[in-house]
């Protein structure tokens, strides 16, 4: 049986991509909901009703286990889709605890979608961790979809992140947290942006360990090599991506991923 990765675009691969390099033995269903992304700008009910449709059409795929690889959809949908389904379902959150743990004397910036910045989810978070005050929220609506257009290093990016930070001292910072699984393109980016010794922090490797550990918990990791040479079934919004050329975009990003690995 496979596992199922979800999220409203190409953010997720980065999730995939990482949880690959800790479970290379697994099969994969990679869901990319590109009909409705982005969902940082949509309402709560619209994104709940497309993260429920897609959790179903993984599920009807015979996945063993979900994880939910897309901030926005985890901190309103994961509460009711494990109410609903009785698979494992895995989300992904701002990794805020490992921000506060090294910090330093310096400040911490989340940067997030416009809901999962305002909802609750990640207001309780960092108030369980952040006894100082040190954490600052700053949304960043439009972002996915410059990375869903694949614009990841140029002037245009530019300008939108320097208008974004246009109120924060950035040398204030050293923890950047990307509260968003496609930011995780843009880490060359925010490299030249921020001071030399930022540490860019992301929850790739914290869902990666968590779902690991489940798998092992529940008896379901699978210990031998897949039988199929393409380990990774791709899915925009139901199709199976069969293209050639979407193919080969996909392969393209796996690639930049790689490098931005060791950012
Ligand atoms: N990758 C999603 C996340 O982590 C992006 C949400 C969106 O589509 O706006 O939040």
Do not use: W
């Not at 990307?178 to 540490?199: A, Q, R, V, W």
Request: charged letters at 25%; a negative charge.
């Amino acid at each position: 049986m496979k596992i199922g990765v979800f999220d409203s675009g190409i953010g997720g691969l980065s999730t995939l991509h990482q949880i690959m390099h800790t479970l290379p033995d697994e099969e994969y269903v990679f869901y990319a909901d590109v009909d409705h992304v982005p969902y940082g700008e949509k309402t709560k009910e619209e994104v709940l009703q497309y993260v429920d449709e897609a959790v179903q059409f993984m599920v009807s795929r015979k996945c063993k286990a979900i994880v939910l690889a897309c901030n926005t959809a985890t901190s309103v949908a994961i509460t009711p889709m494990r109410q609903k389904y009785k698979l494992p379902i895995i989300g992904i959150e701002p990794a805020v605890k490992p921000a506060v743990m090294h910090h330093g004397n310096k400040r911490i910036m989340v940067i997030a979608t416009p809901i999962t910045a305002r909802e609750a989810k990640l207001a309780n978070l960092i108030h369980r961790f952040d006894e100082e005050g040190n954490v600052d929220v700053v949304p960043m609506p439009g972002l996915v979809r410059l990375a869903q257009d694949c614009d990841f290093v140029s002037e245009h990016v530019m300008e939108y992140l320097n208008a974004a930070f246009a109120g924060y001292d950035l040398t204030q910072y050293s923890e950047l947290v990307l509260g968003c699984t496609h930011y995780n393109y843009f880490k060359d980016t925010f490299s030249m942006i921020f001071p030399k010794d930022i540490e860019i922090v992301d929850g790739n490797q914290g869902v990666a360990n968590n779902l690991k550990n489940i798998l092992k918990t529940c008896g379901i990791i699978n210990l031998s090599t897949p039988e199929h040479q393409d380990s990774v079934e791709y899915y925009y919004s139901g199709h199976l991506v069969s293209d050639q050329k979407e193919l080969e975009k996909i392969h393209k990003l796996h690639e930049r991923l790689e490098r931005m690995l060791q950012i």
